[in-house]
């Protein structure tokens, strides 16, 4: 349920009216925006919550970090570093001076 704060007028005439979302169980509520009345006109600014945006931005990065993780466990981009290949890399360098 939205919650419409009292009218707040400044001194150069504009009105302000707070809009919040009623919190559950009767908890604290949560910003929705802020109705601007000139005499222009009026207009919507919605909040924006920093938090939640900052809180998404971390979880996409433990996100991309794991699957990171989990490629490399999988499959590291080295060679194969087996006994065969150690003794074909150390043949190839022979041939090489």
Known sequence: MLVFGEPYETTHGTVLI??????????????????????DGVTW???VDEGRIALIGVCTGFVAAAFATLAMV???????LTERAMIAQAESMKYRR
């Open 18 to 39: 707070t809009v919040t979302r009623q919190g559950r169980r009767g908890g604290p509520g949560r910003a929705v925006g802020l109705y601007t009345i000139t005499a």
């Open 74 to 80: 999988h499959r590291p981009p080295w060679p194969n």
């Open 45 to 47: 600014t919605p909040a």
